[in-house]
Every structure is written in C-alpha cells, then in structure tokens.
C-alpha cells in the first residue's frame, strides 16, 4: 500500500516553499450528531479533529507551484475517511468560487472514501454542488488539474478527480468509482489501481511523489500561457517535391521519411501528454497529443504517426481540441495515416462516431488551428483533424480521396493501373495547392 500523505503534507509536497495561505473557513465546525441526529457522530468528528488537527475533510487554499499560483484542495483521509458532508461541499463551493474571482487554476488533491454515510443524502448531494463549481470554472476558461492519491473513490473519484481537465496520479494509488468495501468479492483489485486507469484512458500519468511538484508546476504553466497562434512547422524531410503521384505515395510511406515524434520535437522545447479518451481507450502508438512550449508560450497539439488513426485516438484528439478552445490555446495538428482503423473492433468502439465528434471539434473551434500534412493524408480519418483553409503539406507527403490501390478497386481497375490512378487522383502537393485543397507546402528551411 502506498504511503498516505495527510492534507497538509501533499501541500509542503507541491507548493513552493513558504507560498501557501489558507482560504477561511465558509461556516464553523459543527459538535452535534449532524442533520440525521447519527449517534455518535459529533464525537466522531470532534476525535477526528483532535488526531489531524483539521476542523474538515478538506483543507483550501492558495499557493504557488513550480512558480505558478493555483487555488489547492487537499482531502485530508484522517478525517473521517476524507469524506465529503455539507461542511465539505460549503469549503469546496468557497474554494471554487475563489479561484474563479482571481482567475486561478483549480488543483484538487484527492484522497476520499466518498460521501459521509453519517449524514446520508444531504451528504451525496455535495456532489451536485461541487459539479456545478467545476462546470461554472470550466465555462470560465480556468483548467482543473486533479491529483489522484490513495484512495480516491466514490463520488470523489466521479466529480473533482475524474471530472478535471488533465489527470495525474500517485504510484499504487487505489483509484474506482467503487470502495475497497462495496466491490464485487471476485473483482481483480488491479483494475481499481493509477497504472490501471492509466492504461484505460481514464487518466493521463502516473507522477513519482518526487517528481509531482514540478510536473504540476510544468502543467500548470503550459496551460495558463497560451500563444496567439500555431505557425506550421517547416518540413523536415526530403526538399524536392514528386513527379508522379505514385511517387509522391512512395515517399510518404517510405521509413525514411521524419515522423509525427520528430516534428514535435523540433517544434517543442518541452511537451505534456494528454493520454486517453475519457471512455475506456487509449491509442499511443497512433495519436499524439498534449500541449507544448514554444517560444515562451503555448500549442496544443494533435498528431498522427502514422498507422491506422484508432476510435480511441480520435476521441483523444477531440478531447484535446476542446480543453485547448476552452483555454483560448491555438492548437497543431499533424496528419499521418493511411486511414481510420477499418477493422471490426474499430467499428464495434464506434469508429463513426468518433470521427465525426473530430470533425465537430474542428469546425466549432473559436482557437486558430493549423494543420501539415507530413505524410499520408487517407481519406476521411485524415482530413478529420485538417483544419479548413489553414492546412499545409511537407513535400514528403500526399492527401487523397482514398488510398490509390483502394480507388483503384473500387474503380474496377486492374492491380497494374494503381500508380496511373494515383496520378488522375492528383495527390501531390503541389496538385493540392492548385485545387485549392492546401494552403500552400512547407519547405525545409535549409541549412
């Protein structure tokens, strides 16, 4: 089991040295046996504050991490389990409210059993409030970043973990919608753990206590300093554009030709990922995204490697998309793919549907985004993340209807008329630029 921080250790753990101030309390501690008369229960919580010298289960305030000021909420699991009663939702509402009157990023530092069955429905009913201050924070423009320690369940896990915007967790963290002591007898205990929501798409990464202070720190930086725009990035790869349209295929799916990884990397002086779609997948090795530092300032981004773009990886992107608009953060994408997956659990994962949620995110987008083509443009799954009338081309690449050998089929043409169809296709770049597909084609700049 993982070591359990009190509410004011996570604090000192994050927060620089000597910025932390503590928001005063929203109503005074109350000794009575609370609103359903629960016997006993003004003693529990009056033993509770004696042995964490907390009045609440939560502790609020303002500091400053890795030089960036935020609004923190830190659940102390001492206190009654972290467990959230009116007093809690009355210093969560305050806390919100805060961060929302000096424009400040939200970070709840969670470590709850869920709500207090001492105090019954009144009790679950926090649960609205503290969805309304993350929706009311949300439609302010401010980013929620949670931090997930153990345990974090229940309606904690539902609202103020599971609903942030970018999630980040403690190694061996237990992390469900259902307690250790409500599961199901046969439930395997490592699908209630970080690493295994991690993996589901359910959270973005696993952070060593060491190393939380300055990856919040970098999150919380990135995300309050957005660029005013995305400029394309300048191609990497060959400088010579195709004589054919076969050839412009054959580069583009040459190994030689740079990836989606060293594109980013020279675009970027430092990069977060924003892994999975929030519904149960992930898609790593086909879709890239998260935000990036250049020139001081940030860009979202989305990109392809590649291969087949997966249902996962497109709802991943749409997500991206929208975070960035609702942060007025530019956003690249990067197009790669020879096509959606097309396989038959792709359609099961609502392949569809997932393309066309990118598409919405693109075309509704307040954000300037940019988009280069730097590989295989196929068909729909491309063109999904190309932003309309900002979209560039490497020389190294080629946008199409459908890949050639696939037009060729559906045309009823012999296997030997492929490469004169990817010509009558008019694929290249320089085609586009004159049917007015692409903006225009980015060059190496040279040595």
């Known amino acids: 089991?993982?070591?359990?921080?009190?509410?004011?250790?996570?604090?000192?753990?994050?927060?620089?040295?000597?910025?932390?101030?503590?928001?005063?309390?929203?109503?005074?501690?109350?000794?009575?046996?609370?609103?359903?008369?629960?016997?006993?229960?003004?003693?529990?919580?009056?033993?509770?504050?004696?042995?964490?010298?907390?009045?609440?289960?939560?502790?609020?305030?303002?500091?400053?991490?890795?030089?960036?000021?935020?609004?923190?909420?830190?659940?102390?699991?001492?206190?009654?389990?972290?467990?959230?009663?009116?007093?809690?939702?009355?210093?969560?509402?305050?806390?919100?409210?805060?961060?929302?009157?000096?424009?400040?990023?939200?970070?709840?530092?969670?470590?709850?059993?869920?709500?207090?069955?001492?105090?019954?429905?009144?009790?679950?009913?926090?649960?609205?409030?503290?969805?309304?201050?993350?929706?009311?924070?949300?439609?302010?423009?401010?980013?929620?970043?949670?931090?997930?320690?153990?345990?974090?369940?229940?309606?904690?896990?539902?609202?103020?973990?599971?609903?942030?915007?970018?999630i980040l967790a403690l190694p061996g963290a237990q992390v469900g919608f259902a307690g250790s002591r409500v599961r199901p007898r046969d439930a395997d205990p490592?699908?209630?753990?970080?690493?295994?929501?991690?993996?589901?798409?359910?959270?973005?990464?696993?952070?060593?206590?060491?190393?939380?202070?300055?990856?919040?720190?970098?999150?919380?930086?990135?995300l309050t300093t957005p660029a005013r725009e995305a400029p394309a990035p300048y191609a990497l790869g060959a400088p010579a554009l195709p004589d054919t349209g076969w050839?412009?295929?054959?580069?583009?799916?040459?190994?030689?030709?740079?990836?989606?990884?060293?594109?980013l990397d020279a675009y970027f002086t430092r990069r977060v990922t924003v892994r999975g779609d929030r519904c149960g997948g992930s898609d790593p090795e086909g879709m890239l995204c998260g935000f990036g530092e250049r020139d001081g300032r940030t860009v979202a981004y989305a990109a392809q490697t590649g291969v087949a773009t997966r249902p996962a990886g497109y709802r991943t992107a749409t997500r991206l998309i929208r975070l960035a608009d609702r942060l007025d953060i530019p956003v690249l994408t990067l197009v790669d793919t020879p096509g959606a997956a097309n396989d038959a659990e792709a359609e099961r994962q609502g392949a569809g549907a997932a393309i066309a949620e990118v598409f919405g995110a693109v075309a509704a987008a307040r954000v300037p985004i940019t988009t280069l083509v730097i590989g295989e443009g196929g068909s729909g799954g491309a063109l999904a993340l190309a932003a309309p009338g900002n979209t560039?081309?490497?020389?190294?690449?080629?946008?199409?209807?459908?890949?050639?050998?696939?037009?060729?089929?559906?045309l009823k043409r012999p296997p030997a008329a492929v490469e004169a169809t990817a010509g009558h296709l008019r694929i290249r770049p320089q085609d586009l630029v004159e049917l007015g597909v692409i903006r225009g084609i980015r060059y190496h700049p040279g040595p």
């Open 247 to 263: 050839a412009a295929v054959e580069r583009a799916r040459s190994r030689e030709r740079p990836r989606a990884r060293a594109y």
């Open 392 to 410: 560039w081309a490497t020389p190294d690449s080629y946008f199409s209807v459908i890949a050639p050998e696939l037009a060729a089929a559906i």
């Open 1 to 166: 089991m993982p070591e359990r921080l009190s509410a004011r250790e996570v604090i000192a753990l994050v927060a620089d040295e000597a910025s932390f101030r503590e928001l005063p309390s929203a109503t005074p501690a109350d000794d009575t046996d609370g609103p359903l008369a629960w016997e006993g229960y003004g003693a529990a919580r009056a033993g509770a504050a004696e042995r964490t010298g907390e009045e609440e289960s939560v502790v609020c305030g303002t500091a400053s991490v890795d030089g960036t000021r935020a609004v923190l909420i830190a659940f102390e699991f001492g206190f009654l389990g972290g467990s959230l009663g009116r007093r809690t939702g009355d210093r969560l509402e305050a806390a919100y409210r805060y961060a929302r009157a000096h424009r400040l990023p939200v970070v709840p530092l969670v470590a709850t059993g869920g709500s207090r069955m001492q105090e019954g429905m009144l009790a679950l009913t926090q649960l609205q409030r503290v969805a309304r201050e993350s929706a009311l924070t949300r439609a302010a423009g401010l980013p929620q970043i949670a931090v997930l320690r153990d345990p974090t369940t229940g309606g904690g896990w539902a609202t103020l973990g599971a609903g942030a915007d970018v």
């Open 190 to 222: 490592a699908a209630y753990t970080a690493e295994a929501q991690v993996a589901a798409g359910a959270a973005d990464a696993v952070v060593p206590p060491s190393e939380l202070r300055q990856t919040l720190g970098r999150w919380l930086g990135l």
